[in-house]
């Protein structure tokens, strides 16, 4: 025992008995002349061929390695601090009458090596057999290597390493990983196999006595012949443990978690050799898990980036959308004077035309001439009511909205468009469901969206198509809705012309046959309603546009 920091600096004991008592006391074997260190302080001694040191419930406590300890085994270099004293313990110091023998007895042993200790331990190796071992460790270790880092899978990383452990140490008969938490206060196990007989999933399989000794000593430690020694620990004798290795998983920085290895075969003792392998390769694999672990959470916020500049890039085209829909709107407001004025003309002389042939309406050969009359009106007040929409759309504000069954509001827009359904031979089939809720809507404005989707559908399909109109129950994020589908039997769209579809003035029509207003106004106008609205089409299998319109809560048929 050499002391390297206080009064006596300089100072060596030689320990020729054990126990050893170390204190202010003269009677102590080691006497400090430290005024904080208590009369009788620690006591080493020697327990199952190995030493060990305890505190002797001092008034300032005793620290080995900067870490406060009640009792714990001693290894050569370790350093114990004692009030302002520290001393190095030294194989050396010690008679050699006392010294223990670990190759010349069968009693329990307990052995630690540093991870910095490997190489040095390799270096020295000098005769045939230990450079063979070393020569065997480091292609082994070269060969977990290779196996560790293919992967950046913790689960598999972690896998892979007990299968490799299995085949480069094959008196290992039992063996887990386990991993400290984020908080490193507890042990999480993540792997626990049996040699031959698969995975255990048993977190107990361990030596608590050993786990504890590497944690606070940062050594891989190897206890061999357990069994036979006087009173092993509880977890060893409940396990049947007859040598265990335990290494640290660790980086440059801290430990991550343990290597628990054993054997409960007297005839298959990990060596020291083995705990050598083992703890070389914990230092390899801690590394490579901590990697695994800190790509994981890249990945991880890789893809949490992903979403949310997917969500923005949404959020950039809905703003797009509302920057076109406002444009609309300033044109809307621009030229709907240019159109309501012809279109009270057209009023004013169907008037006109009433009053004038009025007496000729009675008779059986004119009677047509009065729903002529009557059609221009019609069309004349529904186009004003058009262009009412269009104003408001230019200056947008909520709907007027009443309660209405969808169905009747459906009868009655496909009523009014019998005309050019007829015109184009338009077979037009409608499933309308029973009992639906109410929908709260302006009902000229879900009219033109109506008119508008029926519009295209005649269209894009010219002749002898087929529309079939649906009405159903939906619900879309825990929400209740009215779903109104239209499927026709025209040439469909691509993925690309779906992307746009309900873009301002994007048309598949020839030049000169359309806006492309009719869309992108009806998406505006279910979205003012709290609806939605979407395509679902392919080349040459016609198109479905499906609405959704909030219920209004009360059911009407």
């Given at each position: 025992m050499t002391i390297t920091e206080g009064l006596d600096k300089g100072r060596t004991y030689e320990l020729e008995q054990m126990p050893v008592h170390i204190g202010r006391?003269?009677?102590?074997?080691?006497?400090?002349?430290?005024?904080?260190?208590?009369?009788?302080?620690?006591?080493?001694?020697?327990?199952?061929?190995?030493?060990?040191?305890?505190?002797?419930?001092?008034?300032?406590?005793?620290?080995?390695?900067?870490?406060?300890?009640?009792?714990?085994?001693?290894?050569?270099?370790?350093?114990i601090t004692i009030g302002r004293t520290t001393l190095r313990f030294s194989l050396e110091c010690i008679a050699n009458d006392i010294r223990p023998r670990a190759d010349e007895t069968h009693d329990s042993q307990t052995i630690s090596l540093k991870t910095d200790e490997l190489v040095r331990d390799w270096a020295e190796s000098?005769?045939?057999?230990?450079?063979?071992?070393?020569?065997?460790?480091?292609?082994?270790?070269?060969?977990?290597?290779?196996?560790?880092?293919?992967?950046?899978?913790?689960?598999?990383?972690?896998?892979?390493?007990?299968?490799?452990?299995?085949?480069?140490?094959?008196?290992?008969?039992?063996?887990?990983?386990?991993?400290?938490?984020?908080?490193?206060?507890?042990?999480?196990?993540?792997?626990?196999?049996?040699?031959?007989?698969?995975?255990?999933?048993?977190?107990?399989?361990?030596?608590?006595?050993?786990?504890?000794?590497?944690?606070?000593?940062?050594?891989?430690?190897?206890?061999?012949?357990?069994m036979s020694g006087n009173g092993p620990s509880d977890s060893i004798a409940e396990l049947n443990i007859h040598s265990a290795i335990c290494a640290p998983l660790q980086t440059q920085e801290r430990i991550i978690g343990i290597i628990h290895a054993d054997s409960t075969n007297p005839?298959?003792?990990?060596?020291?050799?083995?705990?050598?392998?083992?703890?070389?390769?914990?230092?390899?694999?801690?590394?490579?898990?901590?990697?695994?672990?800190?790509?994981?959470?890249?990945?991880?916020?890789?893809?949490?980036?992903?979403?949310?500049?997917?969500?923005?890039?949404?959020?950039?085209?809905?703003?797009?959308?509302?920057?076109?829909?406002?444009?609309?709107?300033?044109?809307?407001?621009?030229?709907?004077?240019?159109?309501?004025?012809?279109?009270?003309?057209?009023?004013?002389?169907?008037?006109?035309?009433r009053e004038k042939v009025g007496p000729l309406l009675s008779d059986a050969d004119h009677r047509d001439l009065n729903k002529y009359i009557d059609n221009i009106e019609e069309s004349v007040s529904h186009t004003?009511?058009?262009?009412?929409?269009?104003?408001?759309?230019?200056?947008?504000?909520?709907?007027?909205?009443?309660?209405?069954?969808?169905?009747?509001?459906l009868r009655e827009t496909l009523e009014f468009l019998r005309a050019p359904l007829c015109n184009s031979r338009t077979k037009l089939t409608t499933v309308f469901a029973d009992g639906l809720p109410a929908i709260s809507v302006d009902v000229n404005q879900i009219k033109q969206v109506f008119i508008n989707i029926v519009m295209n559908a005649i269209q894009?399909?010219?002749?002898?198509?087929?529309?079939?109109?649906?009405?159903?129950?939906?619900?879309?994020?825990?929400?209740?809705?009215?779903?109104?589908?239209?499927?026709?039997?025209?040439?469909?769209?691509?993925?690309?012309?779906q992307s746009q579809i309900f873009d301002p003035f994007y048309t598949t029509k020839a030049a000169g046959e359309g806006t492309g207003l009719g869309l992108s106004i009806t998406y505006s106008i279910v979205k003012n309603h709290g609806g939605v609205i979407e395509v679902k089409s392919s080349p040459g299998q016609g198109a479905t546009f499906r609405i959704l319109l909030p219920s209004a809560g009360d059911s009407q048929s």
């Open positions: 006391d003269p009677h102590c074997e080691i006497c400090l002349p430290d005024s904080q260190s208590s009369r009788t302080h620690a006591v080493i001694r020697c327990a199952n061929s190995s030493f060990e040191i305890e505190d002797l419930k001092s008034r300032n406590g005793t620290r080995v390695n900067g870490v406060p300890i009640e009792t714990i085994p001693l290894h050569d270099g370790d350093k000098r005769d045939i057999e230990a450079m063979t071992r070393a020569k065997a460790d480091l292609e082994a270790l070269y060969r977990v290597g290779r196996i560790i880092n293919s992967t950046l899978e913790v689960s598999i990383l972690i896998s892979q390493l007990v299968s490799t452990i299995f085949q480069e140490l094959q008196r290992v008969g039992r063996c887990s990983i386990h991993l400290l938490d984020d908080e490193g206060d507890g042990l999480r196990c993540v792997a626990s196999k049996i040699r031959g007989g698969g995975d255990t999933h048993d977190a107990q399989s361990i030596s608590k006595t050993i786990v504890q000794q590497v944690l606070r000593e940062k050594r891989a430690v190897l206890t061999y012949d357990a005839a298959e003792r990990l060596t020291k050799e083995d705990m050598r392998l083992l703890a070389a390769v914990g230092a390899y694999a801690g590394v490579a898990i901590e990697n695994a672990k800190l790509y994981g959470q890249l990945a991880r916020d890789k893809g949490a980036l992903q979403r949310a500049n997917e969500e923005l890039r949404n959020a950039q085209q809905l703003l797009i959308q509302s920057e076109k829909m406002a444009a609309i709107g300033q044109l809307a407001s621009g030229v709907v004077h240019d159109v309501k004025t012809p279109m009270m003309v057209i009023m004013g002389y169907a008037h006109i035309i004003d009511k058009v262009i009412k929409g269009l104003l408001e759309f230019a200056k947008p504000g909520k709907p007027s909205t009443v309660h209405i069954n969808v169905n009747d509001l894009a399909m010219g002749e002898k198509g087929s529309l079939t109109v649906t009405t159903e129950r939906a619900e879309r994020d825990g929400e209740s809705f009215v779903g109104i589908a239209f499927t026709d039997t025209g040439p469909g769209m691509t993925e690309d012309q």
